[in-house]
């Protein structure tokens, strides 16, 4: 049987316990506070970064420290893998995909393939499995990444705040602007545009039922049904939204299959707690 190794970002959320079932290594964003460095999940975990977000106050995002990269890769080299997968968060959004292929040039692998997912999370988790899907039945190299391409060209990722006060902490919409917003009690809806090149304004409404009923028409105008897709329901201390977003989709999909788990640092620091992201992938065979 083939032997795939296979490196994520911690964008790709997986938890300690996940990563460790799937085989999966972690290397772990760098979280920036007070002008000190922190390894997203290590050495700043995600009540450390609720407490921060709690207090309105700034984390910056950035890749992985190249030397822990090099740290990570080095031993996979003499374990004896058929070939490499590292798959990492969007290109435009992170200097990861360049700082992991910079650290396999310096390390003179051959047997790697570095995929930019122009994504996170969920997609990311649904590629892993299809690696090791196909690894079970003795898959090719080609023939895994020919079915990346639907995984990845084809999803959409939605952000749905509760608020304009981190965005504009962060930077990502002017103080001006989220003031109005605030006053006119906008609830906004962010999405990953251009393949994830940038995080624009998707829609804006007056109600939370409003905002989800956009959600939903796009959903519907992808071609998103219950049979070949799957949503990913990514939060950040955000229980009774995630329910009532669930709610909603259950209304005009009952029986689709949805995933739950955190909203990657990457995202919470930018759109604050509270907020939730939506996916939606195509289902693969695993």
């Not at 990492?88 to 003179?108: C, D, R, Y």
């Not at 992808?222 to 990913?232: A, C, M, T, W």
């Amino acid at each position: 049987m083939k032997k795939y190794g296979i490196v994520v970002d911690s964008s790709a959320a997986l938890t300690e316990k996940q990563a460790s079932d799937l085989g999966v290594v972690v290397a772990p964003l760098t979280l920036t506070y007070n002008k000190e460095h922190f390894e997203d999940q290590i050495t700043m975990t995600y009540n450390d970064v609720k407490d921060i977000l709690a207090r309105h106050e700034i984390i910056m995002t950035s890749q992985p420290n190249i030397g822990r990269i090099l740290e990570l890769l080095e031993p996979m080299r003499d374990e004896g893998y058929d070939h490499i997968f590292i798959i990492t968060l969007s290109a435009t959004l992170s200097g990861t995909f360049s700082a992991f292929n910079h650290a396999v040039e310096e390390l003179q692998l051959s047997n790697v393939s570095v995929i930019d997912s122009y994504t996170i999370a969920g997609p990311v988790q649904n590629a892993i499995g299809l690696i090791r899907h196909f690894e079970a039945k003795d898959g090719t190299v080609e023939e895994i990444l020919e079915a990346f391409k639907p995984i990845f060209d084809n999803t959409s990722t939605y952000i749905y705040p509760q608020d304009f006060r981190q965005l504009k902490a962060s930077g990502r919409i002017s103080s001006s602007a989220a003031t109005l917003a605030s006053l006119l009690k906008i609830k906004p809806v962010l999405r990953f545009e251009n393949r994830g090149k940038t995080i624009e304004k998707f829609a804006t409404a007056r109600t939370e039922a409003k905002a989800f009923d956009a959600i939903m028409n796009d959903l519907l105008d992808n071609g998103v049904n219950q049979n070949d897709h799957i949503l990913y329901i990514l939060e950040f201390e955000a229980d009774e939204v995630s329910k009532r977003f669930i709610n909603r989709v259950h209304e005009t999909f009952p029986n689709i299959e949805i995933i739950r788990m955190p909203l990657p640092a990457a995202v919470a620091t930018h759109a604050g707690i509270g907020t939730i992201a939506i996916q939606w992938n195509v289902k693969t065979k695993q």
